[in-house]
């Protein structure tokens, strides 16, 4: 009965470039994905920073000094109130 067991390991076909290309370029994806990942998390510019808040506190201002005016509208022609009579 052992005789009939193959305990040798599988044969296992060598991968093709296109196979490795695609192991190696989702192993980068999940890489980059990380690092944005992180970088959104873990902000590291202190300088980028302060001057987002000052062109956004200017922005807030002019439009504070702003008065609103009616929304624009798209033009339409007038419709006609009375039908023609036949």
Request: charged share 30%.
């Amino acid at each position: 009965m052992s005789a009939d067991l193959d305990l040798s390991p599988p044969e296992v076909p060598e991968p093709t470039f296109l196979e490795s290309l695609l192991r190696y370029g989702l192993f980068l994806g999940a890489i980059f994905q990380l690092i944005c990942i992180l970088a959104v998390i873990f902000p590291t510019s202190k300088g980028h920073e302060h001057e987002e808040t000052e062109s956004t506190d200017g922005k807030t201002s002019e439009q504070m000094k702003k008065p609103k005016g009616p929304a624009t509208q798209i033009r339409q022609k007038p419709k006609k109130e009375s039908k023609k009579k036949r």
